[in-house]
């Protein structure tokens, strides 16, 4: 998918990846056998904000300001 999507479905497609957790969070331990699935399914949000010219590494402090450290990196 290489087209951009509306700003509706993109403010959803936001917020539904602050409750994601991060792929340092993903083990196999906390995971099982799905933390590969796991894995591609957050890689793939993440390359639909950058196709839309959105930092997946600012919309914490985009969607969610007030329980967002200064700096997510």
Do not use: C, H, W
């Amino acid at each position: 998918m290489s087209e951009k999507i509306d700003n509706e479905a993109l403010t959803a497609l936001k917020i539904a990846f602050t409750y994601m957790p991060k792929a340092i969070e993903v083990t196999r331990y906390e995971y099982g056998d799905r933390y590969q699935m796991v894995l591609d399914q957050i890689e793939t949000v993440r390359e639909i904000l950058l196709i839309n010219d959105v930092d997946p590494e600012e919309v914490y402090g985009e969607i969610d300001p007030d329980n967002t450290p200064n700096s997510s990196y």
